[in-house]
């Protein structure tokens, strides 16, 4: 088979590049005793008693009633794969994060690839934050809008552009909207006869930063009077960690009415799998109609909505308000443990660099030329990290992403500052003995 061997020849040639490169990925088991610093179950609710019994007894509950969907849903929802556990599920979601309905997924990223490559329309506009999941980014390339603008990573007005912007760097969202309504072309959108759709984050996943929401809202509200500025927010590492009882910064920050979507995903705080869109009734049924991600594909398996279900009841109920207060008090002595660290070491930018502003979510960015060093030094010392490397951070921003979770210790964040101020200490001694 001559086309089986040259297909192999050609795909291990994309390998060894990627080896040649230090981007090789691998899939890895992580060792029992591990202390995690690298998951997104930020509230670590699987560690929680009521959270397994309740669910462990809902499921039990399931088997005995013989239900028989309880393996797999047995289809698409549009065929046999709906149940009414996921629609009364959808209307206590929606209702919780005051939505007017909500759609779930099997994922958050088949929820953005659904919700991006169906919607827009061939005369819309997207405008994206630089740093947007790459979810997003697969749902623009399948969409049929006119064009798909960057603009610079939490950046609103023009007043706050350096003068990097401009010159090969994406632009304000200010700037790039000024830009639109001003060519040709440009008053359709002034008029509200096409529509320009923004896709933030509540929570950029690599950088651990916040999305200045109410800048974005008012900017887009400002330049698109006329309400044909949509605004969609990604709140996959949002969700559970801000928000009064975890409902997410939207509603933080009072903008139900001001948003025109939420992609909620609960592969993070929630610790379950699985994927929901909060938007308005006709969306909904929009999406079941175009979205190919949710039209076919094996609708979430019974107990994927048990999970769910019982995720949202525990931070319903206010149990996740110690935890979220918990965590917020970790981040903030891992920081500073990092920062005195930082302080007194004073390495080299090459070697590690850590920001200096105290984190407003659970992700601890460390910046270094060396990740996979780092992060394999930290592994042998039984702390779990892992390495960030380009293409999924740009290149020059290679880290180590520190997940703190609410079952974290203290001791266990004093341990791998010390893990990490080892490396760095080894690294600085080799680099001294070269000299």
Not at 333 to 340: D, S
């Amino acid at each position: 088979m001559p086309q089986v061997n040259q297909l192999n020849a050609s795909l291990t040639k994309h390998l060894d590049r990627r080896k040649a490169r230090d981007m090789f990925r691998s899939l890895t088991l992580v060792p029992p005793g591990t202390a995690d610093f690298s998951s997104n179950a930020y509230l670590s609710l699987s560690a929680q008693p009521s959270v397994k019994q309740t669910f462990l007894s809902r499921l039990q509950d399931a088997a005995h009633a013989n239900t028989p969907s309880l393996l797999g849903s047995g289809g698409s929802r549009l065929l046999d794969g709906n149940s009414p556990k996921a629609e009364a599920l959808e209307k206590t979601l929606a209702a919780f994060h005051s939505a007017p309905a909500s759609l779930l997924f099997n994922s958050a990223m088949d929820a953005n690839v659904g919700l991006f490559s169906c919607v827009p329309q061939p005369d819309d506009v997207v405008l994206y934050d630089e740093l947007v999941h790459a979810s997003i980014h697969d749902g623009m390339r399948l969409s049929r809008a006119a064009e798909k603008l960057s603009f610079a990573h939490n950046t609103v007005w023009s007043t706050e552009e350096t003068v990097e912007h401009g010159k090969g760097k994406p632009e304000s969202l200010e700037t790039v909207l000024v830009g639109l309504l001003s060519r040709p072309g440009g008053h359709l959108f002034k008029s509200g006869e096409r529509n320009v759709f923004i896709s933030v984050e509540g929570v950029y996943s690599m950088d651990g930063d916040v999305c200045p929401l109410k800048d974005i809202t008012n900017c887009v509200e400002r330049w698109l009077p006329k309400g044909n500025g949509l605004v969609i927010v990604d709140e996959a590492h949002s969700l559970g960690v801000f928000g009064e009882r975890g409902q997410g910064l939207v509603s933080e920050l009072g903008l139900e009415d001001r948003v025109w979507a939420r992609v909620m995903g609960f592969g993070k705080a929630m610790g379950c799998s699985g994927g929901l869109i909060l938007c308005s009734d006709i969306t909904r049924s929009y999406l079941i109609n175009y979205a190919r991600t949710l039209i076919y594909t094996t609708a979430m398996a019974l107990p994927s909505l048990i999970s769910i279900e019982v995720a949202y009841e525990f931070m319903m109920s206010g149990g996740a308000e110690p935890l979220v207060h918990r965590l917020r008090n970790l981040v903030k002595n891992a920081h500073c443990l990092l920062m005195e660290m930082y302080e007194r070491l004073k390495p080299p930018s090459h070697l590690l660099r850590v920001s200096l502003v105290e984190p407003k979510s659970s992700i601890i960015p460390v910046f270094t030329d060396h990740p996979r060093s780092l992060a394999g030094h930290c592994q042998q010392n039984g702390f779990m990290v892992r390495p960030i490397v380009s293409p999924t951070v740009p290149k020059g921003t290679e880290r180590i992403r520190l997940c703190l979770h609410a079952a974290n210790t203290v001791d266990e964040a004093v341990g791998i500052v010390s893990a990490i101020e080892s490396w760095v200490v080894s690294q600085m001694n080799v680099s001294k003995s070269r000299l």
